[in-house]
């Protein structure tokens, strides 16, 4: 069971690129790597999810090295919507739900 | 498309009552859990089911019981509500089909006094 770690939290400002990183040394060569992004009073929303290389879509993108131990979450030019907690998750295909893990994620806080 | 929807969104139960807190998804999704958040924590899984009539527990299923009739309904039930059970509730859903991509309601806020 791959476990993630990420910090706990960041500061950045509006129109910067933020960038968060999640180790995840023990990885399984089946897992891919998740992310959720969760505000305020609502439910985690997933935003992106790779297995290597460098994944993109209109939220974000997604760095993954070849030795996987890692992940970089990419996010451009941010604004203060983009205030929430980001979750990195390890998860194969067809895992039980008891392996689809939340840790605590990384507050992210984006100031004027 | 309303997804997963959750009912109520707010609700202060008094120690020893009970309820049921209510899930539908209208996406078919073979798979629903059931996640419970702290304060500043991640979320810990209750209980999840993989089809109508199949039920399991995850991490913390202590004080709680759900059924899975329908594909679209999955509510959780609270017996004998305790403070310990103040939290915020989550019910997702996900295909099954490998992606393991899941969607979220909005939550239900529930505080036990």
């Known amino acids: 069971l791959a476990k993630t770690t990420q910090p706990i939290s960041m500061d950045s400002y509006e129109g910067q690129e933020v960038n968060i990183t999640c180790s995840h040394n023990?990885?399984?060569?089946?897992?891919?790597i998740t992310w959720y992004q969760q505000f305020p009073s609502q439910g985690p929303r997933f935003i992106i999810q790779g297995y290597k290389t460098k994944v993109t879509n209109e939220v974000a993108s997604l760095f993954i090295p070849a030795d996987r131990k890692s992940s970089t979450l990419s996010l451009p030019r941010v604004s203060l919507s983009d205030t929430a907690v980001y979750y990195c998750?390890?998860?194969?295909?067809?895992?039980?739900?008891?392996?689809?893990?939340f840790g605590s994620g990384t507050r992210l806080s984006i100031r004027p | 498309n309303a997804g997963v929807t959750q009912t109520p969104k707010f609700r202060i139960l008094k120690i020893g009552q009970s309820m049921t807190l209510q899930c539908t998804q209208d996406?078919?999704?073979?798979?629903m859990y059931w996640y419970r958040q702290d304060p500043g924590m991640g979320l810990k899984l209750i209980y999840y089911?993989?089809?109508?009539?199949?039920?399991d527990k995850g991490e913390v299923p202590n004080g709680y019981n759900v059924s899975r009739s329908t594909t679209e309904d999955f509510p959780l039930r609270l017996e004998l509500a305790a403070p310990s059970q103040t939290s915020v509730y989550f019910c997702?859903?996900?295909?099954?089909?490998?992606?393991?991509?899941?969607?979220f309601g909005s939550g239900t806020q529930l505080s036990v006094l």
């Open positions: 023990n990885i399984a060569t089946n897992d891919y």
């Open positions: 997702a859903s996900s295909t099954g089909t490998g992606d393991e991509k899941l969607f």
């Open positions: 996406m078919n999704h073979n798979y």
């Open positions: 998750l390890a998860v194969a295909p067809y895992s039980s739900a008891s392996k689809i893990i």
């Open positions: 089911s993989v089809g109508a009539g199949i039920t």
